[in-house]
């Protein structure tokens, strides 16, 4: 075990090696880090405040928004100083902490965009019954269940990764501690752990996917039955923000994580990766804020009270 250790540091190289490019990108990602908080701080209290909003549908945006926010601050600042001081040194209990954070609303993502095509499918397929279907506390539950299996996966994660052994000051070309690039830098046989980890993420990636799937299935089957052209577009427009988040979380989660996590990472899956820890949060409260009616109108509200305070 020369120079392997189950208590090293690490060193984030970033998102490029060139130091002449770490303002510019410094820039860009802060505003991406402002813009995702502020987004997300607007729609919730958006949500919040307005009395209208306190459904179930914006309810679990609600807790979308607070995921998301929470997502982008586990990775975004550690970046950024990365970017700034060119320091991207960080200890193994750091790394853990921020990798068992990442995969807490990482998880809590993905099961939140099942419950709420639940959610649609209730709402459109037994419009009726609606009401007793989704009582606020059947929604507290579902969220309070997501939370907790989201917990039990990233802690089993963060387990079978203590057990392991580090090569020491090894740096790692990413710019946040992922499974992928810590698994690379293991002294110890990792096969049996990245098996598992493997399997427990794919037992819940995959049952949250095909529940969305089946959802819209028959969310689909049931808007084609709907003998008006105008009743159909009125019951896909309550679907058309969720459908576009889905989309954009799933197509870069796909193109970040569909490899074992030991193998070698290229740059585009680097770019993947922001996209999907940075840009696809900060994009999802403008998706629902500027095609939804209801949310704008409350924004609206809300900023027309500053205006008469100023």
């Not at 580090?166 to 098996?195: K, Y």
Request: proline share 5%.
């Amino acid at each position: 075990m020369m120079n392997c250790s189950q208590a090293p540091g690490f060193i984030l190289l970033g998102l490029s090696s060139n130091s002449e490019k770490w303002q510019p990108l410094f820039s860009i990602f802060l505003v991406l880090y402002l813009l995702g908080l502020l987004g997300n701080l607007l729609l919730l209290l958006a949500i919040g405040t307005d009395v209208h909003l306190h459904t179930p549908m914006y309810f679990f945006l609600s807790q979308l928004s607070l995921v998301d926010l929470c997502f982008i601050t586990t990775t975004a600042p550690k970046m950024l100083e990365t970017l700034w001081t060119g320091d991207g040194s960080i200890s193994f209990s750091g790394c853990l902490t921020q990798l068992y954070f990442f995969a807490v609303f990482a998880d809590m993502d993905n099961l939140l965009l099942a419950v709420m095509a639940i959610d649609r499918y209730a709402a459109i397929c037994h419009p009726l019954l609606y009401p007793l279907l989704m009582t606020p506390c059947r929604c507290r539950v579902l969220v309070s269940g997501s939370w907790g299996v989201a917990h039990c996966v990233s802690l089993t994660h963060i387990l079978l990764l203590s057990q392991l052994y580090f090569h020491t000051n090894q740096e790692i070309p990413h710019f946040f501690c992922d499974f992928g690039p810590l698994l690379l830098l293991s002294c110890s046989d990792a096969h049996l752990n990245e098996s598992l980890m493997m399997a427990l993420a794919g037992v819940l990636g995959i049952s949250a996917l095909l529940c969305i799937v089946s959802s819209y299935g028959c969310i689909f089957y049931a808007v084609a039955k709907v003998p008006s052209a105008q009743g159909k577009r009125k019951a896909l427009a309550t679907c058309s923000s969720h459908l576009s988040v889905v989309l954009l979380f799933y197509s870069t989660v796909f193109a970040t994580y569909l490899k074992p996590p030991s193998s070698s990472r290229s740059s585009g899956e680097v770019v993947a990766a922001v996209m999907y820890t940075l840009v696809t949060p900060t994009l999802n409260p403008f998706i629902y804020s500027l095609r939804n009616k209801d949310v704008k109108s409350s924004l609206r509200r809300i900023l027309n009270m500053v205006k008469s305070q100023d």
